[in-house]
């Protein structure tokens, strides 16, 4: 295998080893913010010793993540330095704001929560667990306004001086910020975290009963998981349905794949598992319309007109414009002549949309594996929907008094604390090997991205995560699983 | 500000001094970000254009945006 291959396998293992802690953070935050709550307003020391044992898990959860995040920032200097250059004028200013949040809510307010039981009061407190959760989410919608760009590259210029992507204006700014897929991700990504967070108590505590202990404890935990795990459940499915509308527009090449749909068409199909499709579903997700157009691969490859009427042209024909663009790039670059440099501006300009399509060979390129996507998709739908289905039922039994009589809801609560990392991941599959080729979607594709490495470099450093993560993950859930097992007992000092 | 600041040192000073079981979770920390930083980083993560002015970076990329590229592992796995 290639340094290219090598360098996005390590990336991929980075991130989703990243995003095994994120979502836990988002939702452990919500649970022990919203337990921290009930105590501040009830005046109940029972939800202060559950908020606490919560937080004793973020904890553990959080000193494991910490800093898997700045690994990435490591490869795209180390081994996508072509692509780190041609957005460093754009991610400077999300990265920056993440980095500077980050440090000053972890700086304080993650200091007054696990340090400030005895020394603020219990309203103060209660501020900084908010806070805490807060910033982490905050933080989360600076980080995923970086990787809506790269899936929706809008309010940037290409300037060929600098070779860079760049924001002119506090106007681009803005749109940056608010591109339509970085909100919508943001939604989906971090209300899949109170999924997770949610399906995580309701499990733990699920153990507690099946093993007669912490009994009021486990009851009232899973009472709090499951709503916030329910909420985020009904978010989760809004904020995907935002998404896949915005895949139709954005990138219709994603959605086929996902769809595993070679000819589109009025009124598609949505395909539930091969052979079983409930028709006109798709185009219903897709674009809101019973009977709207959804392309498919052949489509895309071959030219099409959307739904509201813009010709869309083939792959063949964007290659032959990408190359007009880099040509133009390459005149622009090496010559002094003004009248001949304006003159190459002005056909990159009228060019750079496709710009990267000037870096494929053929046309098929730019199709994403599509059996991987596809598989990816229905996983995590069908994860999804169960975990929803698994938090109904517990709050059904909570409320009909079943917890004890249904012990297969229990065991099947367990069960789904991995499920959930699995959906998690597959989302995230959907959503970046989808994209494939592209790092930047339509202007710069993963071979040019790449840094001038050996395979064999990238092959020893991704060798050397995989075994100091699988390190870490080991003695993070070995000291997970002792804290759970040692229960919501506080020690006497309530010190962490 | 200066009480702000006593304030959040104290916090610091008391709650590592207090520690029980959050004590093996900071060594798990401090172990990581000496394994990051004080190894990776230095002998594996160097960036790739490091030492190279704007200019430079520029030009290396730009060169490379502009030269015929190898495209048969685009993607990982057949479609």
Not at chain 1, 199 to 208: D, K, L, M, R, T
Not at chain 1, 459 to 476: D, Q
Not at chain 2, 38 to 63: C, D, H, N, W, Y
Request: net charge neutral; aromatic share 12%; charged share 15%.
């Amino acid at each position: 295998m290639d340094v290219v291959i090598w360098s996005r396998i390590q990336f991929a293992m980075t991130a989703a080893y990243h995003w095994l802690f994120v979502p836990l953070t988002l939702g452990l935050a919500v649970v022990m913010a919203v337990m921290e709550t009930l105590y501040v307003v009830k005046k109940d020391e029972f939800w202060k010793k559950a908020a606490q044992f919560w937080i004793k898990l973020f904890a553990i959860n959080f000193a494991v993540g910490i800093a898997t995040g700045i690994i990435l920032e490591f490869e795209f200097g180390t081994n996508w330095s072509n692509y780190s250059w041609f957005v460093g004028d754009m991610f400077g200013a999300p990265l920056a704001i993440e980095g500077i949040l980050a440090f000053f809510m972890e700086a304080t307010f993650f200091a007054v929560m696990f340090f400030g039981w005895n020394k603020v009061s219990p309203k103060f407190h209660l501020a900084s667990t908010w806070l805490t959760g807060i910033g982490a989410t905050i933080s989360a919608y600076w980080i995923l306004v970086a990787n809506g760009w790269m899936q929706n590259p809008v309010g940037t210029t290409f300037n060929p001086e600098t070779v860079r992507s760049e924001m002119a204006s506090a106007a681009a700014f803005w749109e940056v910020i608010t591109n339509p897929v970085a909100v919508s991700k943001f939604c989906h990504s971090v209300t899949s975290g109170w999924v997770t967070g949610g399906i995580f108590v309701v499990g733990v505590s699920a153990w507690y009963l099946l093993k007669n202990r912490h009994v009021e404890f486990a009851r009232k935990s899973m009472l709090v998981g499951a709503i916030v795990g329910l909420v985020g459940s009904g978010a989760v499915m809004l904020s995907g349905d935002s998404s896949g509308v915005h895949a139709a527009e954005f990138q219709p090449m994603k959605l086929a794949a996902a769809e595993g749909l070679r000819d589109g068409g009025n009124g598609a199909a949505f395909t539930i598992v091969p052979g079983i499709q409930v028709p006109h579903m798709l185009s219903l997700l897709a674009t809101h319309d019973w009977n709207g157009y959804v392309p498919g691969i052949n489509d895309i490859l071959n030219g099409y007109t959307d739904n509201d009427g813009n010709v869309i042209p083939s792959v063949e024909d964007k290659m032959i414009m990408g190359r007009t663009a880099l040509d133009a790039l390459a005149v622009y670059r090496k010559t002094d002549d003004p009248v001949l440099k304006a003159e190459a501006k002005a056909l990159l300009e009228a060019n750079v949309q496709y710009m990267g399509y000037g870096h494929l060979s053929r046309p098929e390129d730019v199709v994403p594996p599509v059996g991987v996507v596809f598989w990816a998709f229905r996983f995590m739908i069908g994860l999804g929907m169960l975990i929803a289905l698994v938090l109904l039922l517990s709050l059904i039994a909570i409320w009909k008094d079943k917890l004890g009589a249904w012990k297969w809801l229990l065991w099947a609560s367990i069960l789904c604390i991995p499920l959930v990392y699995i959906c998690g991941q597959s989302g995230w599959v959907v959503a970046e090997v989808g994209r494939q080729p592209w790092t930047i979607q339509g202007l710069l594709p993963v071979n040019v991205a790449i840094s001038s490495l050996s395979a064999g470099a990238v092959k020893t450093t991704f060798f050397i995560f995989l075994a100091v993560f699988a390190l870490f993950l080991a003695i993070e859930i070995r000291i997970m699983i002792r804290a759970i097992g040692k229960g919501p007992e506080v020690e006497p000092s309530e010190n962490i | 500000m200066s009480r702000l600041v006593s304030f959040f040192a104290s916090l610091y000073r008391d709650g590592f001094r207090n520690m029980t079981w959050g004590k093996p979770l900071v060594w798990l920390i401090l172990l990581k970000l000496i394994i990051l930083f004080g190894i990776l980083r230095i002998f594996f993560f160097k960036p790739a254009m490091s030492g190279l002015t704007e200019e430079e970076k520029s030009e290396k990329v730009g060169a490379a945006l502009t030269q015929p590229h190898n495209t048969d592992t685009l993607n990982l796995l057949t479609h």
